[in-house]
Nanobody, 127 residues
Framework: HVQLVESGGGSVQAGGSLRLSCAASGYTYREICMGWFRQAPGKEREGVAAISTGGGSTYYADSVKGRFTISQDNVKNTVYLQMNSLKPEDTAMYYC?????????????????????WGQGTQVTVS
């Protein structure tokens, strides 16, 4: 069982930046794929970025490439999402998710159905 806690959300002006954090616990000696997802009211949950905690390979949704960066701190068991050049359409609840498997390095890493563990979410509002 994996526990995930997101933080770092808030309100920011268009063009600004935020860094989200996802602290993971409850696992050991395992390769885990971790992803960031977002969901706005009335819209489907969509994958944003994914990273393998072991190898550090990453994958991004086309909508955020060049603006968002996913990274990890293995000592702190924390995954980050650096969000730059934020747009109003980035406004959503952002969720961290994890699954006990290697990331594929492709599209399937951004599908919510692939993940078993989820955090509570952190709100990002861009005006």
């Amino acid at each position: 069982h994996v526990q995930l806690v997101e933080s770092g959300g808030g309100s920011v002006q268009a063009g600004g930046s935020l860094r989200l954090s996802c602290a993971a616990s409850g696992y050991t000696y395992r390769e885990i794929c971790m992803g960031w997802f977002r969901q706005a009211p009335g819209k489907e949950r969509e994958g944003v970025a994914a990273i393998s905690t072991g190898g550090g390979s990453t994958y991004y949704a086309d909508s955020v490439k060049g603006r968002f960066t996913i990274s990890q701190d293995n000592v702190k068991n924390t995954v980050y999402l650096q969000m730059n050049s934020l747009k109003p359409e980035d406004t959503a609840m952002y969720y961290c998710a994890a699954v006990y498997r290697y990331c594929s390095g492709g599209y399937w890493d951004l599908r919510p159905s692939q993940y078993n563990y989820w955090g509570q979410g952190t709100q990002v509002t861009v005006s």
